[in-house]
């Protein structure tokens, strides 16, 4: 079946570092994804991984993938107060181009 | 090119009536996606056309609620007899097959809210 799980809410200080999970069930997902929402705007891709992939790296953000666990999460480092937003996750779904979002992750950092 | 632009921006209407709302894709992008979104909430699939083809809908998408995509560029989606729970924020994506990543580009979403 199609579900993406994540927790609503995390909190963290200026400077420290956030983690956001996310669990999929789809296991034939060949792309996930981390999407942004900030108030008032659209939804901006932040970082996505193949499923051959354990690990990205791009600048401040760090992806995890752990497929035996279906267990996927973004580290931010260094979090600043502009990353206060709301992050989703999603899977590819059976190849046709369609995501399956998570119900998101409040970010709020805190100064 | 400005991304994927969605008309009207919101639309507050009386339940029972019908509303139709706009998604201007990204101009070479062959698919587009309609998802809705409550607060609190993240998108939920609703149907995607590959250039004029609506490929797949989903069990939420009920017989009041119609999309179209006649020459393969905008499209539309009309909600009849509109009810109070209907009332969401209504996202439009498009992207392009073949793409390495697969991406949906967002538009910033059309709100209904049914009184």
């Known amino acids: 079946g199609e579900d993406v799980e994540q927790s609503l809410f995390l909190s963290v200080r200026e400077g420290d570092s956030s983690v956001i999970n996310c669990t999929y069930t789809?296991?034939?997902?060949?792309?996930l994804y981390w999407y942004k929402q900030e108030p008032g705007a659209g939804l901006q891709l932040l970082t996505y991984?193949?499923?051959?992939?354990d690990m990205k790296q791009d600048q401040r953000l760090t992806v995890l993938l752990n497929k035996k666990d279906k267990h996927l999460s973004l580290r931010i480092a260094d979090t600043q107060t502009g990353d206060s937003a709301i992050y989703f996750c999603?899977?590819?779904?059976?190849?046709?181009?369609?995501?399956?979002f998570g119900q998101g992750t409040e970010l709020s950092v805190k100064p | 090119d400005t991304g994927v632009s969605q008309n009207p921006r919101h639309k507050i209407t009386k339940r029972g009536q019908n509303v139709t709302f706009r998604c201007d894709p990204i101009?070479?992008?062959?698919?587009l996606y309609w998802y809705r979104q409550t607060l609190g909430q993240g998108p939920e699939f609703l149907t995607y056309?590959?250039?004029?083809?609506?490929?797949?809908k989903s069990r939420l998408l009920s017989d009041r609620f119609s999309a179209e995509r006649p020459k393969g560029s905008f499209s539309t989606l009309e909600i009849q007899r509109t009810e109070q729970g209907d009332s969401a924020m209504y996202l439009c994506?498009?992207?392009?097959?073949?793409?390495?990543?697969?991406?949906?580009?967002f538009g910033e979403g059309s709100r209904l809210t049914v009184l």
């Open positions: 101009s070479e992008h062959n698919r």
């Open positions: 056309f590959q250039n004029e083809a609506q490929l797949e």
């Open positions: 994506a498009s992207s392009l097959t073949g793409a390495v990543t697969g991406e949906l580009f």
């Open positions: 991984i193949f499923s051959n992939m």
């Open positions: 789809d296991s034939s997902s060949t792309y």
């Open positions: 999603a899977e590819s779904y059976n190849q046709g181009g369609k995501l399956i």
